[in-house]
């Protein structure tokens, strides 16, 4: 069979012009039992191989024209949008419209669009509506933030602005599933829907194991059930019957996720609660979506791919206080270096981490802690009223987000099953680390003897979690799938090396510092080193006097402030007293360091560089470097007097550099400072991709190689996650699964709660569709979009816009391996030939259809004895290309004659085989018109038989379109499932494929 293209048209009025050139050989007479022999007669329309005219139509009123929209617009347009950053000073990745200005403009804002967005690309779905815009910056962090693109457009219809933003949806998420709009005029209220979730393993086995709820796929299909979607290796997001919980099913072995896919899965739920996995396939289940974009937004895709295919163990976020130059720059604000893995920099979550990082220092301590450029909302209630360091008397204090006890897994012994569970979904686990030698030991294990470090930490867990906090929730959300991600499906993963590891960036940035306070503590002469001890003396004085009158009541700090000269007095007082016992002590050291470092080979000189640039112990070298490297720290406050601490900071800076075309650029230093006489501190997050080991109290062991617990399903049920690991006790019941969930209203969980703007493609329970036969899909418009039913599945949906119909088409099974029927209603000729290109664009398959807009002119029977069929004609193309053109005129009594125009596109013929396809096709037309010649003949038949006969010539490769117009109607079949192009081999011909 040949694989070609096939336009088949037939126009009725306008063509009287363009009657037959040559004369036509046709049979007299009126009847006669025998159909006359139709010939092949030369000549037919000079524009043959050209698309026809349009039929004429009634005069129209001029198009109109896009209003432009004033300068003041762009101002106000501005405006708005520091009107909602300031809402969202942040993270948000959306589509926001602000309420008309003025004049009818809006402003229309594209939140942190996903990496590779370029302006150019969004312009182009509409360059008359986007014309006028402005890329704005927005700052997160000390030197982060992100970028927005702000247009400004002119006033549009209804379903012109639902094209606009359903178009925006498919170009940066992939698809119009759920698309929403935030209202930028509207304050973000958040609703009391609970965001702290604690399900046990217990309770995902009873819902999804015992239970096997039926689901059905989002982008619909054919309805399943858990056991079938565990047995298999789909893929695609599924949602149980109540809506209650959503489901991504993935294959094991693939480390690649859909976009589309990832997109379903993050608009349809909101806080994934575990994951049940097979040796195929792997489930990640969600609770349906209960809270809005604006309380929850969904999670981005581009960070979901980062974590699916991750090759690191660990990913890591800290501000590196105990760097040898980090520290005080000014008179009062320390700064240090931020540490972020490769993979996190210029990403949602890497600053996303920084964030939380920052909630943990501040909210731990009462509110004391601040950071440049940290506008985040106060709590309503501080998890402590007095600052952890306080409440520990710790001179130094290590905060740390961990992930030790966040997730777990277990296996079923039966069947070997996997369960995973998080322990909460609120918040990480929290760890406080008091006086610990954090620079050369990091790690979340707390001295169990430190009681009170470890009742804080779980205090401050249970208050942080409960806090309902969208960040500390996000950052679950995307530790869940990282530790899913790397149990189930670890990639292949490399070695982390020096230049890798997430520490290489900033020793990078700062060996050159490094080097210089080496050879200056070298070579300083005495009096450089008096001058170095004498401000770090002045600072010390400074600090406890702040902390005494921090520490001091209200009245004595009143007292003091009234009198300025009293307080120098003091401080003058007390840096005399630590002269007269520190000076000596400090210049003792300092010397004992210099003698030490003057003394160093090249190469533990270079060792020690890279440690001090680092923050970290030497990575080799002798015991006498890493001895050194800690005595340096010892008194980083005295040697940090022989450099600029400022200019160190400032040139740090200046090394990073935005990725290019990012939207978002992590910070790369943090300024923070402390009131009330707070202490130092350090920390930050480890996200350990490591599931929960069995915990102290736990009558587990592990089994099998990858050391997996086995655990018998009747004993899951007391088997549970606490600050130590997995851990066992009292049976607990399953409870009901709303409840669990928190769910207020299980039914239409699937679609943001907040509904004021209900674009994209949404699935209904209707079972319309069942009543159309296999194959076949009904499209009809209502008021707000379109109603699409698929028959045989029965899986019906509402959609905004053409191009959610057009999507959920390209993305419904139907469309794969089979000829499918479309049928649509309400749509005019000029809509339905864009619908069918977008269709042919796009699909997976092609598809074959039908839209009948009037039933008369289908129904409209004609005399093709009275038929002339016209010679092919020919032409080529570039590309290797050749179009194919035929034409039958059949005459209407009083009428202009119907015209039949053939076209075919094929591809790569030799000249041979393209004229043996131009007799092939010649023959088949012939057939079809000789047929219909022996009495009156349904255009609308005659239009099937040609589809039938040309359908069989090509193999079902081909497409045959019909177009019956007359003034506003159109027939139109579209073309059958495109097969698999066929590779060049045994038939030794070329493989044509539709051009």
Excluded at 420 to 439: D, H, I, K, M, S
Aim: net charge neutral.
């Amino acid at each position: 069979m040949h694989a070609f293209a096939i336009g088949l048209l037939v126009l009725a009025a306008g063509f009287g012009a363009m009657a037959c050139l040559n004369a036509r050989s046709r049979t007299e007479g009126d009847g006669g039992s025998a159909a006359p022999i139709l010939q092949i007669q030369r000549g037919g329309p000079d524009d043959l191989l050209d698309d026809p005219p349009a039929a004429p139509t009634p005069p129209t009123k001029p198009a109109t024209q896009l209003k432009t929209c004033a300068a003041r617009d762009g101002a106000a347009g501005k405006a708005e949008w520091e009107r909602a950053r300031k809402q969202r000073p942040f993270h948000v990745q959306a589509i926001g419209l602000s309420a008309p200005l003025a004049d009818g403009c809006r402003t229309l804002i594209v939140f942190e669009p996903p990496p590779g967005t370029t302006v150019d690309r969004l312009i182009a779905l509409a360059p008359a509506v986007l014309r006028t815009y402005w890329v704005l910056q927005h700052p997160v962090g000390f030197d982060g933030w992100v970028r927005d693109i702000v247009f400004t457009i002119p006033p549009l219809g209804e379903d012109a602005g639902a094209e606009l933003i359903a178009s925006l949806h498919l170009e940066l998420f992939g698809t119009t599933y759920g698309a929403d709009i935030l209202d930028t005029s509207k304050r973000v209220i958040r609703r009391p829907i609970e965001y702290d979730l604690k399900i046990g393993p217990s309770e995902l086995a009873q819902w999804l194991l015992d239970e096997n709820p039926t689901v059905s796929a989002i982008a619909g299909g054919s309805l399943a059930d858990v056991a079938t979607l565990l047995g298999g290796r789909q893929s695609g997001v599924f949602v149980t019957g109540d809506s209650a919980l959503v489901i991504w099913a993935l294959p094991r072995n693939h480390q690649k996720i859909a976009k589309a896919e990832a997109r379903e899965f993050a608009v349809a739920s909101d806080l994934i609660v575990g994951a049940l996995s097979s040796g195929s396939s792997l489930l990640i289940v969600a609770r349906g979506r209960q809270m809005s974009f604006d309380e929850l937004a969904p999670l981005r895709f581009e960070t979901l791919a980062m974590l699916a295919s991750t090759s690191s163990a660990e990913l890591a976020q800290s501000y590196e206080r105990m760097n040898i130059f980090a520290g005080r720059f000014d008179l009062h604000r320390d700064w240090a270096p931020i540490l972020l893995s490769p993979e996190l920099v210029d990403t949602e979550y890497g600053s996303l981490l920084n964030v939380t990082d920052q909630i943990l220092k501040s909210w731990s301590n009462a509110g004391q802690t601040h950071y440049i450029r940290f506008d985040y909302p106060v709590p309503h209630k501080w998890p402590f009223q007095t600052a952890v360091p306080k409440q520990l008397r710790a001179s130094t204090l290590t905060y740390n987000w961990n992930t030790k006890s966040a997730g777990a897994a277990v296996a079923l012994a039966e069947d070997g099953r996997e369960v995973f569970w998080l322990r909460r979904t609120g918040a990480l686990n929290v760890t406080y680390l008091p006086e610990q030698e954090n620079a050369t030991k990091r790690t979340d294990d707390v001295d169990p003897a430190n009681a009170s470090a470890v009742s804080l930490a779980e205090l401050a867990y249970d208050g942080f979690a409960a806090s309902h906090d969208p960040y500390l929730t996000r950052v679950v959300q995307y530790n869940a799938l990282y530790q899913i991600f790397r149990h189930f499906r670890a990639p292949a993963g490399a070695t982390e090396t020096q230049a890798t590891h997430p520490l290489a960036a900033i020793a990078t940035r700062l060996q050159p510092a490094a080097a210089a306070l080496l050879t200056k503590l070298t070579d300083a002469p005495p009096p450089v080193l008096e001058a170095a001890v004498t401000k770090a003396i002045h600072d010390l004085a400074s600090d406890l006097q702040r902390h005494h009158l921090a520490n001091a009541s209200p009245r004595l700090r009143a007292f003091v402030a009234a009198f300025p000269s009293l307080e120098q007095k003091v401080l003058g007082r007390l840096k005399a007293h630590l002269g007269v016992s520190l000076r000596a002590k400090y210049m003792n050291e300092l010397k004992s360091v210099q003698d030490a470092v003057t003394s160093l080979s090249d190469h533990d000189r270079e060792s020690l560089t890279f440690a001090l640039a680092s923050g970290r112990p030497p990575l080799r070298g002798s015991a006498r470097v890493a001895a050194l490297h800690g005595d340096i720290l010892e008194q980083r406050e005295v040697i940090q007097g022989l450099i600029d601490v400022s200019e160190v900071m400032r040139s740090y800076q200046s090394a990073f550099t935005p990725t290019p075309d990012a939207w978002v650029h992590t910070p790369s230093v943090v300024v923070s400072w402390n009131e009330g006489g707070m202490t130092g501190s350090s920390g930050g997050h480890n996200l350990d991709s490591a599931l929960a080991r069995i915990g102290k109290s736990a009558n587990l062991a592990p089994a099998g190689r990858d050391g997996l617990i086995k655990v018998n399903r009747l004993a899951l049920a007391g088997v549970r996650l606490d600050a130590s690991g997995i851990a066992t006790g009292p049976t607990i019941a399953p409870r009901p699964l709303t409840t669990a969930l928190g769910i207020v209203q299980a039914k239409g969980a699937v679609l943001p709660a907040s509904k004021q703007h209900a674009l994209g493609w949404r699935p209904l329970t209707a079972d319309v569709g069942r009543t159309k036969p296999a194959g076949h899909i009904g499209i009809a418009r209502q008021t707000g979009g379109y109603r699409v039913a698929i028959g045989g599945a029965g899986d019906n949906y509402e959609t905004s816009t053409m191009s959610d119909v057009v999507e959920l088409i390209e993305r419904h099974p139907v469309s794969e391996g089979r000829a499918v029927q479309l049928e649509l209603d309400g749509f005019t000729p000029d809509e339905a030939r864009g619908f069918v290109k977008s269709v042919e664009l796009r699909s997976r398959a092609k598809i074959s259809g039908v839209l009948e807009a009037d039933k008369e002119l289908a129904g409209l029977r004609l005399d093709f004895s009275k038929a002339t069929v016209f010679e092919p004609r020919v032409s080529e193309l570039r590309g290797g290309v050749a179009r194919i053109g035929m034409a039958v005129e059949v005459p209407v009594r009083g009428q202009p004659s119907v015209w039949m125009r053939i076209k075919l596109f094929v591809r790569g013929l030799t000249p041979e085989a393209l004229a043996r396809v131009v007799e092939d096709v010649k023959a088949a037309v012939l057939r079809v018109v000789q047929r219909a010649a022996g009495g009156q003949a349904a255009a609308s038949d005659v239009a099937t038989d040609l589809r039938t006969e040309l359908g069989v010539l090509l193999g079902g490769d081909g497409k045959v379109e019909i177009r019956i117009r007359k003034e506003a109607t159109d027939i139109i079949i579209l073309q059958a499932p495109k097969r698999a192009p066929r590779t060049p081999g045994s038939n030794g011909r070329s493989d044509r494929v539709p051009a």
